[in-house]
């Protein structure tokens, strides 16, 4: 299983971007995909994840009201909107989805983790 992730970029604080997340070895519809981001000198962390249906959402309090995971199994990809951008969502930006069906990604498994795209947020 690959993860391809894209989207990132520069924006200036209180803008928007669109993450994208395409798999490939496997269909998704069955998974459940997440987002996790890491900056420099800290963990990485949970940002939002969504099941396989598309059916139920999870966030960070962090980012609740402000981004929003979704996903097109026919397209084989997740997205994460990011909108109100803040200089603290400034990290690498992961997708990831479990190994095993009907599951959430988790951190700390084993998951499928994509190698990463850049979010830099201006002040």
């Known amino acids: 299983v690959q993860l391809q992730a894209s989207g990132g970029g520069l924006v200036q604080a209180g803008g928007s971007l669109r993450l994208s997340c395409a798999a490939s070895g496997r269909t998704i519809s069955s998974y459940g995909m997440g987002w996790f981001r890491q900056s420099p000198g800290n963990e990485r962390e949970f940002v939002a994840a969504?099941?396989?249906?598309?059916?139920?959402?999870r966030y960070a309090n962090s980012v609740k009201g402000r981004f929003t995971i979704s996903r097109d199994n026919a397209k084989n990809t997740v997205y994460l909107q990011m909108n109100s951008l803040k200089p603290e969502d400034t990290a690498v930006y992961y997708c990831?989805?479990?190994?095993?069906?009907?599951?959430?990604?988790?951190?700390?498994?084993?998951?499928?983790w994509g190698q990463g795209t850049q979010v830099t947020v201006s002040s």
């Open positions: 969504v099941s396989w249906s598309g059916g139920t959402t």
């Open positions: 990831a989805t479990p190994r095993s069906p009907w599951t959430m990604p988790l951190l700390g498994r084993d998951d499928y």
